[in-house]
């Protein structure tokens, strides 16, 4: 039984850079083909034994709610038509696992909408999965950072190398020692330029933390734009030498950019046994 009973999920941003298409719905339920990006995110959880998700939400997301909550119309309507497949469907997402919702009242950061599930976690360690960041299922994601917390009983943030053109977009951490493994992390840098840049090595979305993180976000002063960053209280842990980080070995499809969000779904379809064949000679034809 994994040590890690329960994740975060923040769910509160706004999407700008989706708009429009997230003016009116959260950017967490776009689909990859027929699937919300967000549930992709809390199977990963499922896949990994945490089945208790906190999901930190905000104003105008009752839609993803409402997802994971049971829906007696639209399930009568199914059952009366016999739709049994479709009916099961919907029924599964209901039960995937056990779901509190906590509210963060205003956009102040990451940091901020970790700091708000403290009560909801308690004094236990957590998995924290951000939502721009979906991992090909068929790889562990999570199962390898909860092994790396296990095994070190500190915290751990999952990494993956980046092209050096694309450090500025993440958190950076420095480079290993040796080539396998969790190594120790001494430095953690928010979107650095390439020249400052520790390594290549990007924090992309994944941690397992222990509880103490909620002492330093409680402590951070409001940094860029007044927003309270979840670097900054990992830095803490790092120079306290508390924090590790261990590589992803998924695929990882960056659903927060737009081009690579159309990547996405075109590589999510082509997995489809239902989708595959058309799809693939519609492509073939497409690029004649």
């Given at each position: 039984?994994?040590?890690?009973?329960?994740?975060?999920?923040?769910?509160?941003?706004?999407?700008?850079?989706?708009?429009?298409?997230?003016?009116?719905?959260?950017?967490?339920?776009?689909?990859?083909?027929?699937?919300?990006?967000?549930?992709?995110?809390?199977?990963?959880?499922?896949?990994?034994?945490?089945?208790?998700?906190?999901l930190v939400t905000g104003r105008g997301k009752q839609a993803i709610e409402n997802h994971f909550d049971?829906?007696?119309?639209?399930?009568?309507?199914?059952?009366?038509?016999?739709?049994?497949?479709?009916?099961?469907?919907?029924?599964?997402?209901?039960?995937?696992?056990?779901?509190?919702?906590?509210?963060?009242?205003?956009?102040?950061?990451?940091?901020?909408?970790?700091?708000?599930?403290?009560?909801?976690?308690?004094?236990?360690?957590?998995?924290?999965?951000?939502?721009?960041?979906?991992?090909?299922?068929?790889?562990?994601?999570?199962?390898?950072?909860?092994?790396?917390?296990?095994?070190?009983?500190?915290?751990?943030?999952?990494?993956?190398?980046?092209?050096?053109?694309?450090?500025?977009?993440?958190?950076?951490?420095?480079?290993?020692?040796?080539?396998?493994?969790?190594?120790?992390?001494?430095?953690?840098?928010?979107?650095?330029?390439?020249?400052?840049?520790?390594?290549?090595?990007?924090?992309?979305?994944?941690?397992?933390?222990?509880?103490?993180?909620?002492?330093?976000?409680?402590?951070?002063?409001?940094?860029?734009?007044?927003?309270?960053?979840?670097?900054?209280?990992?830095?803490?842990?790092?120079?306290?030498?508390?924090?590790?980080?261990?590589?992803?070995?998924?695929?990882?499809?960056?659903?927060?950019?737009?081009?690579?969000?159309?990547?996405?779904?075109?590589?999510?379809?082509?997995?489809?046994?239902?989708?595959?064949?058309?799809?693939?000679?519609?492509?073939?034809?497409?690029?004649?």
């Amino acid at each position: 039984m994994s040590a890690i009973r329960k994740a975060v999920i923040p769910v509160a941003g706004l999407g700008t850079r989706f708009l429009p298409a997230t003016k009116a719905q959260p950017k967490e339920m776009l689909p990859l083909v027929d699937k919300p990006v967000i549930q992709h995110v809390v199977e990963e959880a499922i896949r990994a034994g945490v089945v208790n998700l906190v999901l930190v939400t905000g104003r105008g997301k009752q839609a993803i709610e409402n997802h994971f909550d049971v829906a007696y119309e639209l399930e009568d309507t199914l059952q009366r038509r016999g739709k049994t497949g479709e009916l099961e469907q919907v029924r599964a997402i209901t039960s995937l696992g056990q779901f509190t919702y906590v509210r963060q009242g205003e956009p102040l950061g990451l940091g901020h909408a970790v700091l708000c599930a403290r009560h909801a976690v308690g004094h236990e360690p957590f998995a924290l999965l951000l939502g721009d960041d979906v991992f090909d299922e068929d790889s562990p994601a999570l199962e390898a950072l909860i092994e790396a917390f296990e095994a070190s009983g500190k915290s751990v943030v999952g990494v993956q190398e980046v092209p050096l053109e694309h450090v500025s977009r993440y958190g950076i951490v420095n480079a290993p020692e040796h080539p396998d493994g969790p190594w120790e992390v001494t430095t953690i840098v928010e979107k650095p330029g390439p020249s400052e840049a520790p390594s290549r090595f990007a924090v992309v979305g994944r941690y397992v933390l222990a509880p103490e993180i909620f002492e330093h976000l409680a402590a951070l002063e409001p940094g860029v734009g007044g927003e309270y960053q979840l670097t900054d209280a990992l830095a803490e842990l790092a120079t306290e030498g508390r924090l590790v980080a261990a590589r992803i070995p998924a695929k990882r499809y960056d659903t927060g950019n737009k081009l690579d969000y159309l990547k996405a779904n075109v590589e999510f379809a082509l997995k489809r046994e239902d989708l595959r064949e058309d799809f693939s000679a519609y492509l073939r034809e497409l690029l004649k």
